[in-house]
């Protein structure tokens, strides 16, 4: 039996948590992380989580306060578990850019997502996160730090030998998939077999040249302004969890200020950045029934006085934000794909936005059929997978090195 527990730091939501709504904030609001214990048993693999919340002002505040929020909530679910004193391997999925240094060291490149820790970019985050549970006295071995996209595919891979891409479709949105190492040019490690690793893409920075603005629209621009990372991961802003509340708002906004929407008048709450949270575009989207009461109601906790055809206009509004994120998703997909010129292939997929919108999975199987119609494509949603694959991943470390 392998024992490992796991600090998750993925950034999706839990539904109990997001029930809790915040209507009127001005910033997103703040972010969870998840503690998982794994044992591993015979092949199969059993899990304990726990979500815990992180404030807004923890995500911005200093390094040392944000591992130490973690090494606290590692110590209070190690008590619960009644594993107190016990020195356990720990995998640690760190969903966030960084320079992978050896399996047990990555350096955070850059924050998204909301976060900005102060001391963190460039430092080892396996280090700061075991020096913080030193202070903390929690003993815990940090066996591997691995992106959540790496995770989701290790964890899917275990269950289908013939998933070869992890994504994930959550707060944020990026891609892995497995590449011969011939084809990789920057790899100076290892040259034996197997012949191939796996390569994070990182895909929510594509953009940051330049290379979409075409595709970008006034909406996009305007989000950007607000977010503490401006000009940065631009194809993430189209497509995830974290924005598309925000983008619909955007659109909601632009209408009534034109008098298209609302009879004109332009409510306080409409107006506040964030207000409009991606939970309410995947409710209204859930609410098939003609008259939209879902989407009524969110509409009057912002104070906007509408009509049967604002509403009719607001849904087409998260209709079109839903879709077109769900077409550059698997436009992104389409060329990793062709890319692998595999005939069949198995795609691991993790994260809120995917397991909670009606219409994301649907939607990207048609696209994908449009797009690559030479492949057969399965989308294979995995339950905390990027968890799961990290704890997998840290496992097989200390069977090989006999810790
Ligand atoms: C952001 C992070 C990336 C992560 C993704 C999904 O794009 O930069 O590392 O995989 O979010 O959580």
New binding site residues.
Partial sequence: MAQVILSNF???ADEKEIQKWRLFCTRPRGSNFRVLLVKLRDGNVEMKSKVYKIATEIMTGTGENLFNYIADCLAEFKKEQGLEGKDLPLGFTF????RQNGLNSASLV?W??GFSATGVVDQDVAKLLSEACKRRNVNLDIIAVV???TGTLMSCAHADSNCYVGL?I?????ACYMEALDEVELWNGDKGEPKQTII?M????FGDDGSIEDIRTDFDRELDKITLNQGK?LY?KMI?GMYLGEISRQAILKLAKEKLLFNGVVSAELQKPWAFESKFLTDIEKDVSTDGLVCREILRQLNCRDTMEDVTVVRAICSAVSTRAAKLVTAGLAAVIKKMGRKTLTIGVD?SLYKYHPRFHPLMDTFTRELVPEARVKYMLSEDG?GKGAALIAAVAVRLTGK
Avoid: H, M, R, V
């Fill in positions: 993925t950034l999706f969903s966030f850019p960084c850059t998204t997502k992106n959540d996209t994930i959550g707060t944020g949105t990026n994070n990182e895909w929510g920075a991961q993430e995830s994260g990027s």
